[in-house]
């Protein structure tokens, strides 16, 4: 039997990553681009999808093959992942018509949430999406732009995401998947279709979404035209993907009930498989990736992005020596993190861009608790990362409240690459950590959809008996642990007493855009 390939491709906040791997699991080749964000205003956030989001696909698929030394002609199959939910708006020829505005990071929509809260009620909105409305919303932001763009939004054919607009340019396909769906908060939770009755309130066509359906469903094949421009082999299948969540949660194996993906990235997301629908009005939940399994999650506004801020702005040394030496900034860091070796005494409200998930608040700020001039330089960098373990365990008790808790916590992403920061997070939650030994992720997770779908892997029992490695795992310290809960109660606490002067700074900071 030949050998086949896949392609997936994971389109990031920051960076967009690939890899190509063989019938028997094999990695033949990975490789990562890194990209910007735009930030127009404060509380903004967006990519050009075309320059972004094709441009890096366009550029892995090419690097990707050179690497493995093959043909692009003998990818027999091709996944897509990507940041979600996003909003892009393309018109009847597929164009990009604006930028994509990103996911819950971008918090430009908090009117019309209270509108869409203040017509509809709050109550209805979560038994039919199953949690509240969010930044993470996209029905607020398609009325944000139908407010303030509106000759923009009366251009828009389709709306569409990361992978969703990944898999158009191939097949000519509108399709997404429900994951997305469920996340943006467009799918009802009872019927599994489109929430049309909250579109039909504000005047929005329902012909602007696109067919629904899980990640391993075929979405269409590479067209001849898409073909000759990129040397692949016409009618390749393409299946629908899903976001990066949740192909980072395949690409751990996780497929039964409890087990739960945490994942260290530019922001922490973590997402639990349900056999069963649960919902919490303060976190996500929906469809999973695949076929009858359903999710509940919830995700940070920050995490790695707070690590990349502390080095570009507060480690000049760090970043000298990885130009001149080659020693990974970040390793560095955490090296020197390590030698701290009690808790800082110092409590991060990690919310420099925010907070989702369970606190929800766009207008939530960072704080820095606690420091005193016996503190150094490297104790605030120990206390960010104590600070994003403190939000790990608060969306984790929130989940617990809705009934359900993790049984198996299986960390990915460049996070736990940091010893440290796991064995922070693991003290602070109290709970086990399995760290996958594959450095790839949500490709990975995209590559095996697509295996799953085209047939090539039978099932996802094969994925985990033969593809996931455990490389580590990090086991809670209980008399570290002790010290942290006294912390964390001190924590929750400090944003309830701050939050409406925070409010009140934003509202002081937007008027006088002064950042």
């Known amino acids: 039997m030949n050998t086949q390939y896949l392609l997936g491709v994971d389109i990031g906040t920051s960076s967009s990553k690939g890899v190509i791997i063989a019938t028997d699991g094999g990695i033949k080749a990975v490789d990562l681009i890194e990209h910007g964000i735009s930030i127009p205003k404060a509380g903004w956030a967006e990519h050009d999808a075309e320059e972004v989001w094709w441009g890096d696909f366009c550029k892995l698929l090419q690097r990707l093959t050179a690497k493995a030394n093959i043909d692009p002609q003998e990818i027999t199959g091709i996944g897509v992942s990507g940041l979600c939910p996003d909003l892009l708006l393309v018109d009847k020829n597929g164009n990009c018509i604006r930028p994509a505005i990103l996911y819950g990071i971008d918090a430009r929509a908090n009117k019309q949430i209270d509108q869409i809260n203040s017509l509809f009620g709050a109550k209805y909105i979560y038994d039919l999406i199953g949690h509240a409305l969010s930044s993470q919303s996209i029905l607020p932001k398609m009325l944000w732009l139908k407010e303030n763009e509106g000759e923009n939004f009366k251009k828009a054919h389709k709306v569409l995401t990361a992978s969703s607009y990944i898999v158009y340019k191939l097949t000519n396909s509108f399709v997404v998947d429900y994951l997305t769906a469920s996340t943006a908060g467009l799918v009802n939770i009872n019927t599994s279709q489109w929430v049309t009755e909250l579109f039909s309130e504000f005047q929005l066509s329902p012909e602007l979404l696109p067919r629904l359906g899980y990640g391993t469903e075929i979405a269409g094949k590479v067209t001849s035209k898409t073909a000759r421009e990129m040397g692949l082999k016409e009618g390749i299948p393409v299946i629908i993907g899903t976001g990066d969540v949740g192909t980072e949660a395949i690409s751990a194996g996780v497929f039964e009930p409890g087990e739960t993906i945490l994942v260290y990235g530019s922001t922490i997301s973590y997402l639990q498989c349900l056999k069963k629908p649960?919902?919490?009005?303060?976190?996500?939940?929906?469809?999973?990736?695949?076929?009858?399994?359903?999710?509940?999650?919830?995700?940070?506004?920050?995490?790695?992005?707070?690590?990349?801020?502390?080095?570009?702005?507060?480690?000049?040394?760090?970043?000298?020596?990885?130009?001149?030496?080659?020693?990974?900034?970040?390793?560095?860091?955490?090296?020197?993190?390590?030698?701290?070796?009690?808790?800082?005494?110092?409590?991060?409200?990690?919310?420099?861009?925010?907070?989702?998930?369970?606190?929800?608040?766009?207008?939530?700020?960072?704080?820095?608790?606690?420091?005193?001039?016996?503190?150094?330089?490297?104790?605030?960098?120990?206390?960010?990362?104590?600070?994003?373990?403190?939000?790990?365990?608060?969306?984790?008790?929130?989940?617990?409240?809705?009934?359900?808790?993790?049984?198996?916590?299986?960390?990915?992403?460049?996070?736990?690459?940091?010893?440290?920061?796991?064995?922070?997070?693991?003290?602070?939650?109290?709970?086990?950590?399995?760290?996958?030994?594959?450095?790839?992720?949500?490709?990975?997770?995209?590559?095996?959809?697509?295996?799953?779908?085209?047939?090539?892997?039978?099932?996802?029992?094969?994925?985990r008996d033969n593809f996931v490695k455990i490389g580590r795992v990090v086991r809670p310290s209980s008399a570290t642990g002790r010290i942290y809960d006294q912390y964390y109660r001190i924590y929750r606490s400090i944003y309830e007493e701050t939050k409406n002067s925070i409010r009140q700074l934003a509202q002081i900071v937007k008027s006088n855009s002064s950042l």
């Open 278 to 463: 649960v919902t919490h009005a303060n976190l996500f939940s929906g469809y999973y990736a695949l076929p009858n399994s359903y999710f509940i999650g919830g995700a940070t506004a920050t995490a790695g992005a707070l690590t990349k801020w502390f080095r570009d702005n507060f480690s000049p040394l760090e970043k000298a020596i990885e130009k001149e030496l080659g020693r990974n900034a970040y390793s560095l860091l955490s090296e020197e993190a390590g030698k701290v070796q009690n808790p800082t005494g110092i409590i991060v409200l990690p919310y420099l861009s925010g907070a989702r998930s369970p606190v929800n608040d766009e207008n939530a700020k960072g704080i820095i608790a606690g420091l005193t001039l016996a503190h150094k330089r490297i104790h605030l960098y120990k206390a960010l990362l104590e600070g994003v373990g403190y939000e790990i365990r608060h969306n984790f008790e929130v989940m617990a409240e809705a009934g359900v808790e993790p049984k198996k916590i299986i960390a990915v992403g460049g996070g736990t690459k940091s010893s440290v920061w796991t064995q922070i997070v693991s003290d602070i939650i109290g709970k086990d950590q399995y760290c996958i030994a594959q450095d790839v992720g949500a490709p990975l997770g995209a590559a095996y959809l697509a295996g799953l779908g085209v047939g090539i892997i039978p099932n996802t029992a094969y994925i």
